[in-house]
Nanobody
Framework: VQLQASGGGLVQAGGSLRLSCAAS????????MGWFRQAPGKEREFVAA????????YYADSVKGRFTISRDNAKATVYLQMNSLKPEDTAVYYC???????????????????WGQGTLVTVSS
């Protein structure tokens, strides 16, 4: 299974970007798909996740109200709409997929089995 993330770029503070993550390869049942980010010198952190079967969404407090995660089942694609971007949102954004619930939780890196290559988002002030 491969995850291909795209949509990153340079944007001014207050602007918007939409990230996409397309899954390809062997068909598998997905429990969660999520987005994490890693800023220079910092740990990779949870951003948002979606429970594939129900569409339930989860967000980090730092992005709640500004970011929206959504999915397209037919395209096996998850999106992250990012509005009102701030310089502190600057990071490499990674998408991830969990085959089944492992008990770590939607916001834990250990929950996810597959990771995309990352796409850089830079927000200038």
């Amino acid at each position: 299974v491969q995850l291909q993330a795209s949509g990153g770029g340079l944007v001014q503070a207050g602007g918007s970007l939409r990230l996409s993550c397309a899954a390809s390869g062997h068909t598998f049942s997905t429990y969660y798909m999520g987005w994490f980010r890693q800023a220079p010198g910092k740990e990779r952190e949870f951003v948002a996740a979606i429970k594939w079967s129900s569409g339930l969404t989860y967000y980090a407090d730092s992005v709640k109200g500004r970011f929206t995660i959504s999915r397209d089942n037919a395209k096996a694609t998850v999106y992250l709409q990012m509005n009102s971007l701030k310089p502190e949102d600057t990071a490499v954004y990674y998408c991830a997929a969990a085959r089944e619930y492992s008990g770590y939780g939607y916001d834990a890196r250990q929950e996810y089995d597959y990771w995309g290559q990352g796409t850089l988002v830079t927000v200038s002030s």
